[in-house]
């Protein structure tokens, strides 16, 4: 049986109490709508026109395109957006619910968002159905599914005066370049510079590749957090599962698995991931497979510290020894007693979890250790290489300034959570006096 509804309460208004509790739900929240947002903000689709007679949006027809959105990470990114788009319009509509139909419902806003939220979650899990996939359609033959590291060009079937007729008028993204638009010609070009062919501006210049600075920065958001969310899963879960193992199972695996653990806290983690992706098979597909399981393992030790300290803790408690006199299993006891107590440790190891993850993420992308093909939209870290050995100041401010960002946030929510379980106490966690006599 796992703690009571007061102790989650007390939880939630101890995090939000704090101000690094304040500052680090706030920060989360603007770099995921960063995340989610980047296409919107960066792309060569315009958000925007007409055509022919016909108001369309081409960027709103892509988001779901398996042909320009692969990954399936990018594809939850977008059906995220949507959803949280789709919100945002619904608020007149949702406000006029709350406060004529609806006036003494509580947790109405908490209720409308999860039910946005679960449907942006649906929306991605059938995007991953064959038959359901979306695949790029050519409204009006304007666009063909560009290759990564390719422009988008326009259709055949249509000659360029053919479509400056159609076209009335566009709005374009707020920076028009994707950040896989590659162009030798343009590499390396300093802030406030132009495109010496097409006199393109481009305010933070572009990388080695020629690629937009203000687009992969933007898109960096969505691959750094992509991985480091990701990475933190992995490690939550391998966490939890090895400190529950232990916990069941004790003796020689308890001793294993905590000398384990012992060693990757003290080893660096960048030596080892440095050493692991050294003689790991490394290519386009399964680069990024790699570096999410290298990673996850090596930031998985402190959450496995955590779980097998708290468990350690609580079996001492007067329910768990009432629980163990009426005979339940040791393994029943860690899975039903002790499993839940657990939540809010992993929760802020994850936190923890997910800084370590940028760090080393982004070392590893400086270093170029992973291969380009497997990162076509660019990344902090090889921004950062690229705009140091062009000795462009800006580009590298930025990218330094976002990784610190991300971190920050991460070390405040993984700190707030600490802080607020361990002022919560072990005894508003406890559950009721009997429930190791209705659930022996």
Same mark, same amino acid.
């Given at each position: ?8 309460q ?46 369309? +949006?081409?960027?709103?027809? +892509?988001?779901?395109?398996?042909h ?33 139909? =609806?006036?003494?419902v ?14 942006? &979650? ?28 390719? #422009?988008?060009?326009?259709?055949p079937?249509?000659? *360029? /005066? ?12 707020l ?14 070009? #300093?802030? @406030? ?24 920065? @933007? ?7 992509? &991985? *480091?969310? /990701?990475v ?7 966490? %939890?599962?090895l ?12 001793? @294993?698995? /905590? ?11 960048? &030596? ?9 098979? @490394?290519?386009?597909? +399964? ?20 779980v ?13 020894? #009432? ?7 040791? %393994?029943?006891? &860690? ?14 190891? *994850?936190?923890?979890?997910?800084a ?13 250790v ?8 660019? +990344?902090?870290?090889? =921004? %950062?290489?690229?705009? /140091? ?15 610190a ?36």
């Amino acid at each position: 049986m796992g703690p009571p509804t007061a102790y989650w309460q007390s939880i939630r208004q101890a995090v939000w109490r704090r101000a690094s509790g304040k500052l680090g739900l706030l920060g989360a929240a603007v770099l995921l709508a960063l995340a989610a947002a980047a296409p919107a903000l960066a792309s060569s689709l315009p958000l925007l026109r007409e055509d022919a007679g016909l108001l369309w +949006s081409p960027l709103l027809v +892509s988001l779901l395109d398996s042909h320009i959105y692969p990954r399936a990470l990018d594809r939850l990114f977008n059906c995220l957006l949507l959803a949280g788009g789709t919100f945002l319009l619904a608020l007149p509509v949702l406000g006029f619910v709350r406060t004529v139909l =609806m006036p003494h419902v509580r947790e109405f806003w908490l209720a409308a968002s999860s039910f946005f939220l679960l449907a942006g &979650v649906t929306l991605f899990l059938l995007s991953l159905l064959p038959f359901f996939a979306f695949h790029w359609s050519k409204p009006l033959g304007y666009y063909e599914p560009p290759a990564l590291g390719e #422009a988008r060009t326009h259709a055949p079937e249509r000659t *360029a /005066t053919e479509l400056e007729a159609a076209e009335r008028w566009h709005v374009p993204a707020l920076v028009p370049h994707d950040p896989h638009e590659h162009a030798p010609q343009r590499a390396n070009l #300093a802030p @406030l510079s132009h495109d010496p062919q097409s006199g393109t501006l481009y305010p933070l210049g572009t990388d080695a590749r020629g690629a937009d600075n203000a687009a992969v920065w @933007l898109h960096g958001f969505r691959s750094t957090l992509g &991985v *480091a969310l /990701t990475v933190a899963f992995v490690a939550a879960v391998l966490g %939890l599962s090895l400190g529950l193992l232990a916990a069941a199972l004790g003796g020689v695996v308890d001793a @294993l698995l /905590t000398w384990m653990s012992e060693v990757l806290r003290l080893a660096p983690a960048v &030596v080892l991931g440095l050493m692991i992706l050294a003689f790991a098979p @490394l290519t386009a597909q +399964s680069a990024n497979a790699w570096l999410i399981a290298t990673l996850g393992l090596l930031l998985s030790g402190p959450i496995y510290r955590y779980v097998r300290e708290e468990i350690s803790s609580e079996a001492q408690r007067d329910y768990m020894q #009432a629980s163990r006199a009426l005979g339940s299993s040791r %393994l029943r006891r &860690v899975v039903v007693h002790l499993a839940p107590t657990t939540l809010v440790p992993v929760l802020s190891g *994850a936190g923890y979890a997910v800084a370590g993850a940028v760090a080393v993420n982004v070392t590893l992308e400086f270093f170029a250790v992973l291969p380009a093909s497997a990162m076509p939209h660019g +990344s902090w870290g090889g =921004m %950062l290489r690229d705009a /140091t050995d062009a000795g462009h100041a800006a580009p590298a401010l930025l990218a330094g300034l976002a990784i610190a960002a991300v971190i920050l946030v991460a070390t405040l929510l993984g700190e707030a959570l600490h802080r607020a379980e361990r002022d919560a106490g072990p005894e508003r966690k406890r559950p009721s006096p009997l429930a190791g006599a209705r659930i022996p």
